[in-house]
């Protein structure tokens, strides 16, 4: 602090007889020319530059963002305009055969602007359809549907029927995997690392498998003006580093506030011999006790944020005819999500922790519950974007997650750079990897 | 344990957040909406039909088959004046006693018209309308049609018909502001296309550059409502398949603006197909039959049909009358061609009623869909 103001003294000393506030508008003025000059270059490009450098057509793009199938003979398309011009819509098909329709809130759309096309079509559950627009300058933009499926109403009925869907696909299986937590805690340390690093495996495909059905979803239903695919990286990234420092300000408080060196030491108790009961060590303890918990909280959020992501994709493939549900697929989901549930206590395993029962249970639920939210909102308001980025935000958390099982793993070692090629840690990864692949085949897609 | 509570607070206000993150996308358009809609403007559309879904809208009708909204000053077209319109040309008589007719046509490549209800596309046109004018003579007229090219590029025109070669319109093509004047004699009696016969042939045609000629018979055929169709389509988007197809231009014109015809009267209909791209068209008529003249080069019919299928460039004179008032669909009897647009209406009147209407009655604006009777029930039996 005393350096800071030595600081501040010694930069405002030069120019002490200027008011304060005359320095601040000089430096704000500094600041604000290469915005002049670029104001007066957007002028000239707009105005008289505009002969030369009005170079090629701008095209119009309408991008048919989803489509619903009513039961009373009415087929809606939300259609967007994605182009660099404003864009008028002339006129609407099915199959390319010109239809009757209504365009809400009206024909005419800016750049960006979201019209929804309403067109009265006795339509067939089960059969393909492609849905078209065509602009004003006649181009004809269209998106087909595999099967049409009557479209979610968003009524209790059906926000039943999809909370028992997640439930059975979210909820049960990662419960059920928690109930491995006996079975860890009675490993020996070695084989303890194997499924420690085992979680890291599970985890890590989880992540990417979050990424690529991002990037699915960026290739097919978001327009390129978006950027979709740079979304998923920006996202995965920001959320890895938001949670970074979000664990480090966690470790930081466990240890009563000091601001020191982290000493993040490993998530299982360690048998540490000849301490003494010294307030260091009760210090020691409390940390023990909290950093496991912690690092299973994350984890937790972390699938939940995963399969908040799969709920959206579950849900939105049921209204968009994309899968039929069947009970195939969600035993599927089932088995590949009880692995998730060992992902969770696995940290838990070698920690004394109170009232565990509960605490595994709230985590369950935090992984778990999303599911359904994720069906709600995938079933009755699906948006390409968020689920994007809930998907990246899962990713982020899971490689987060991932990062600090090894460091955990990797403090403990005496020789830290052994962990990596340490044969069991290896061998649990690899083995993580492959279960989650395996069971990820039962699911037909 | 407080750092335990405030995780789970944490992670809940942030499946909260992401929730609301999740929705708000969809529900700020939809306050958009909202605002925009409070002018409570009310249309309907479905339910013309069973099966059709019945929808109240506070926004736009798309609906080129029902109504016919568009600001007819930007049309390319008016289907109902090209109908029944002939241009015989300035005539004047030859020393040897022949009869001439000038005409004159200017292309133009220039300008942007509304094709189909809210569709706009670059027009090549015949004096500023698609297909350009009917062109008709008598057999041995002489035919002089004083060609500008006002557009852009080198177009020419191309007659069918018996002629010089030097008057085909292949080897001289006419540069833009260029003049050429085409002479030839009105053989044989028939009905023709003319066209743009400049390259790439394709694309002079299928932006518009044609138009209908009829050589009539030294001794006329018999008094009738005579009329033109030419059945044609465009591709708006470039990619060698139509996006629309009609006759006279319009889509569904003369659905919403059906053609009246009186009962028993003849009518004869000079039909010529200039669609591109696709191989066959065909025109069916319905609750009744007609006489068809292939090419309609001889007084003879050859065949008596509600069909005929035609190739690009065929054409042939259809005859018939009716027997019953009432309204008769015609259409391609290619589905897909209908349901782009290539369909119409007659309207079939008795001449009895008509006159007890002092002739004012309900003429040719009646814009709505013909009501559609729905029967339910086993009528079959």
Known sequence: ?445 | MTTVKVIVAVAIVAAVLSTAFAVSGQSFVGLLAIAQDSELKKNTIGGHTAGYGLYDTSGDVLDPANSYSTASKEVVIDPDKYLRAFDYGRVSTLADGTTLREFTLVADDRQVMEISPGVFYNVWTFNGTIPGPTLRATEGDLIKINFINNGSKPHSIHTHGIHKSEMDGVFETINPQGKFTYEFYAEAFGVYPYHCHVTPLEEHISHGLYGVYIVDPKSPRPQADEMVMIMNGFDTDFDTENNFYAVNTIPYYYMHHPIEIEQGKLIRVYLVNMLEFDQINNFHLHGNLYQLYRSGTNVAPDEYTDMVTMSQGERAILEFNYKYPGQYMFHAHKTEFAEKGWVGMFLVKDPAETRSDGGSGSSSSSNSFPQTTTISGDVGR
Not at chain 1, 256 to 270: A, F, I, N, Q, R
Not at chain 1, 351 to 373: D, E, H, Q, Y
Not at chain 1, 414 to 427: E, F, L, P, Q, T
Request: proline share 5%; net charge negative.
């Open chain 1, 1 to 445: 602090m005393e350096e800071d103001r030595n600081l501040r003294s010694s930069s405002s000393s030069s120019s002490s007889l200027q008011p304060r506030s005359f320095a601040h508008a000089k430096l704000i003025a500094i600041a604000l020319v290469p915005f002049v000059v670029l104001a007066a270059m957007i002028a000239f490009i707009f105005g008289p530059g505009q002969q030369f450098l009005g170079i090629g057509t701008p095209l119009p793009e309408i991008t048919i963002e989803r489509v619903e199938f009513q039961e009373d003979g009415i087929i809606v398309a939300f259609i967007r305009n994605t182009g660099p011009i404003d864009v008028t819509v002339g006129q609407a098909d099915v199959n390319d055969r010109i239809q009757q329709a209504a365009i809400e809130p009206g024909r005419e759309l800016p750049r960006f602007a979201e019209a929804k096309v309403i067109i009265p079509f006795p339509w067939n559950e089960g059969e393909p359809y492609e849905i078209g627009v065509t602009s004003s300058d006649g181009t004809r933009f269209s998106k087909s549907i595999d099967a049409a499926a009557p479209a979610a109403s968003p009524d209790v009925e059906q926000a039943a029927v999809f909370a028992l869907i997640g439930t059975y696909v979210g909820i049960i299986p990662v419960l059920a995997g928690l109930l491995w937590l006996p079975f860890i805690k009675r490993l020996s340390l070695g084989k303890y690392r194997f499924f420690l690093s085992l979680t890291a495996g599970l985890l890590v495909f989880l992540g990417i498998d979050a990424i690529v059905e991002a990037n699915g979803i960026a290739a097919v239903s978001v327009a390129g003006v978006f950027n979709g695919q740079i979304l998923i990286v920006l996202v995965t990234i920001l959320s890895f580093l938001a949670l970074m420092y979000a664990s480090s300000k966690l470790g930081e408080r466990s240890k009563g506030g000091t601001s020191g060196e982290t000493h993040e030491l490993p998530s299982y108790d360690s048998t540490h011999s000849g301490h003494a009961k010294t307030l260091d060590q009760q210090h020691h303890q409390q940390q023990l006790v909290v950093k496991p918990v912690a690092i299973a909280l994350m984890i937790s959020i972390g699938i939940g944020l995963h399969n908040f992501g799969e709920g959206l994709a579950i849900g939105a493939s049921v209204v968009l005819g994309e899968i039929a549900l069947s009970s195939f697929l969600i035993v599927g989901f089932m088995i590949h999500n009880t692995t998730e549930g060992f992902a969770i206590v696995s940290p838990l395993a070698k920690a004394r922790v109170r009232r565990m029962l509960s605490k595994m249970i709230i985590m369950g639920l935090i992984a778990g519950v999303p599911t359904i939210f994720g069906t709600w909102i995938g079933g009755f308001v699906y948006s390409p974007i968020a689920a994007i980025i809930f998907l990246s935000i899962g990713a982020g958390a899971i490689f987060q997650v991932v990062f600090l099982i090894y460091r955990g793993m990797a403090q403990e070692e005496v020789d830290r750079g052994k962990i990596m090629s340490n044969a069991s840690v290896i061998a649990g990864f690899a083995v993580g990897m492959l279960i989650m692949y395996v069971t990820g085949l039962i699911i037909p897609s």
